[in-house]
């Protein structure tokens, strides 16, 4: 199967702080080791040797990346390579692909990813709009958008089954229908982040540390995550490693949202409280992470998906989480909480428990092991077929 990969990067200055190249660059060669012809087209190349590369435009803006699509660079691409499937990361541009495999001449099936998706559901059913796709009143714009990108598709593949009791909930809502298009793919684990917590080094409640490795956008719910490190700071019971992902962040990013700055000024005034850099190195952010006992999940609204929880599981560490999302729906219930005081509760025990935390770093690794690249590799063949 000759595989043509459509990739929207958004941060190309810090290529490790990007989930979607990262799941391209995993997924990519697992893809070839199956037997598939890949093509990654990007502003950055993804994979190894035996994949192709299309070097694409940076989108400058993730509205630019949605509304901005090149037909005529599309059409000329699906000529060049002649692929057997179209996978568009960027679900909005299915509706400018297709017609580009119209133009084209082209058959190939066209497998829209919902990397992200613009909006969440309140607890009584209310669709919400994503507020960081929403500036300037673009979000309902953004959404009719995906909703067009669903009807462009063959297939429609998404992280988890909260994600597609979600789409799907959404695609009824704006009469869509998906039919038997749907595709549970989970996003591959990177190896490199993998690590038996039978073999880790043991730890002592004296220097207990908890990692928060998440993006600090003020809509991934990083306020809440502030008010919760207050708590733990003053309960002493452990240090909190903040990371800062992004690093220096390009003129066209802090102007639509600066929250990332803001936040981390926040954290890194808070005692007990520190905010480190993986200043784009693996090494040195699979080092971080073996450095600590525990994660903490994000408090984003309607969460699908996150790649630093499964990079915190894959290494052994037990994530603490609120209920919500797909969290709610893969990590272990007893280590979610509701309030503050029941996160404060939970730290305090896999701190000095050393019973109950050997055995959720044992359950939080074993939770990865379906997300290795080669099986998500053959369920992502399977869904193109």
């Not at 040797?49 to 901005?68: D, E, L, M, N, W």
Request: proline fraction near 6%; glycine fraction near 8%.
């Amino acid at each position: 199967m000759r595989v043509l990969y459509l990739l929207n990067i958004s941060n190309p200055d810090r290529l490790s702080a990007d989930s979607g190249w990262i799941f391209a660059d995993l997924l990519a060669p697992a893809l070839a080791d199956a037997g598939a012809e890949v093509t990654v087209a990007a502003p950055a190349a993804a994979g190894d040797a035996r994949c192709g590369f299309h070097r694409t435009k940076v989108p400058g803006t993730k509205y630019r990346a949605r509304f901005s699509t090149d037909v005529e660079e599309l059409v000329a691409l699906i000529r060049a390579e002649r692929p057997d499937a179209v996978v568009a990361n960027q679900i909005e541009e299915a509706p400018a692909i297709r017609t580009a495999l119209l133009e084209a001449g082209s058959d190939a099936v066209l497998a829209g990813y919902c990397h992200y998706l613009p909006f969440s559901f309140a607890d009584g059913g209310q669709l919400l709009l994503d507020p960081s796709m929403n500036d300037a009143g673009l979000g309902r714009p953004v959404l009719l958008a995906f909703a067009a990108g669903l009807a462009a598709c063959d297939r429609v593949m998404v992280h988890s089954a909260t994600a597609a009791s979600w789409v799907s909930a959404a695609a009824a809502r704006m009469t869509v229908d998906l039919g038997e298009k749907l595709r549970v793919v989970p996003a591959p684990r990177d190896e490199r982040l993998v690590r038996d917590p039978a073999t880790a080094p043991c730890q002592h409640s004296a220097g207990v540390v908890g990692v928060y490795n998440h993006r600090l956008y003020a809509h991934y719910g990083t306020q809440q995550f502030v008010d919760l490190a207050r708590h733990l700071a003053a309960s002493g019971t452990v240090r909190l490693r903040v990371m800062d992902l992004f690093g220096k962040r390009r003129a066209e990013r802090t102007g639509l949202d600066n929250s990332p700055g803001e936040m981390r000024d926040q954290l890194a005034a808070l005692p007990h409280v520190q905010v480190v850099s993986d200043r784009g190195d693996r090494v040195r952010y699979k080092n971080l992470l073996a450095g600590a006992r525990f994660g903490i999940a994000p408090f984003r609204p309607g969460c699908p998906w996150s790649m630093s929880v499964i990079d915190c599981q894959g290494m052994g560490l037990p994530v603490i989480s609120p209920r919500l999302g797909w969290l709610a729906e893969h990590i272990d219930p007893d280590l979610c909480f509701t309030t503050p005081a029941e996160a404060v509760d939970l730290v305090e025990r896999l701190a000095v428990d050393d019973e109950f935390y050997a055995l959720h770093a044992k359950r939080a690794h074993a939770s990865t092991v379906e997300f290795a690249p080669a099986l998500v590799a053959s369920r992502y063949l399977e869904a193109l077929s």
